[in-house]
């Protein structure tokens, strides 16, 4: 059984959930720099956008019952290649391999994202511990 994982209800899109955790997997659609309330935040800073992200990501991990130290895989959609040293340090930062394994990665310039002041998107898929609790439907 699938349940949907949601931040707030100004980041929820009519048809789609920001996650979904299926038993021990979640499987998070991509983030973009909203905040809970759906604001943009770093407008034309790609570092802040990517740290937003991260939070996005964290919070939503915490509500299915993990963590951001559970994510296994990172798919990264940029707006440009300039865009890319930003998330990496931020990316770095988040997942320190002195802390933990690196999640697997794959970053894609894209010839555009949704709304244009998004400079980047990030999908993510976790491995939740087997003892987390189960999220109500």
Do not use: H, W
Not at 94 to 117: H, I, N, Q, Y
């Amino acid at each position: 059984m699938a349940t949907a994982i949601n931040q707030s209800l100004a980041l929820t899109f009519p048809a789609m959930s920001q996650g979904v955790r299926a038993g021990n997997l979640l499987f998070l659609a991509g983030q973009v720099a909203l905040d809970e309330q759906g604001n943009l935040i770093g407008e034309g800073d790609p570092r802040r956008q990517a740290q937003q992200i991260f939070a996005n990501i964290e919070a939503l991990a915490g509500l299915a019952g993990g963590s951001i130290r559970d994510v296994v895989r990172l798919t990264c959609y940029l707006s440009d290649r300039s865009v890319y040293p930003a998330y990496a340090q931020v990316k770095a930062s988040v997942f320190s391999p002195d802390v933990r394994t690196p999640p697997a990665g794959t970053a894609v310039v894209v010839t555009e994202l949704l709304d244009s002041r998004f400079l980047l998107e990030v999908e993510a898929t976790l491995v939740l511990s087997t003892n987390s609790a189960e999220v109500p439907a």
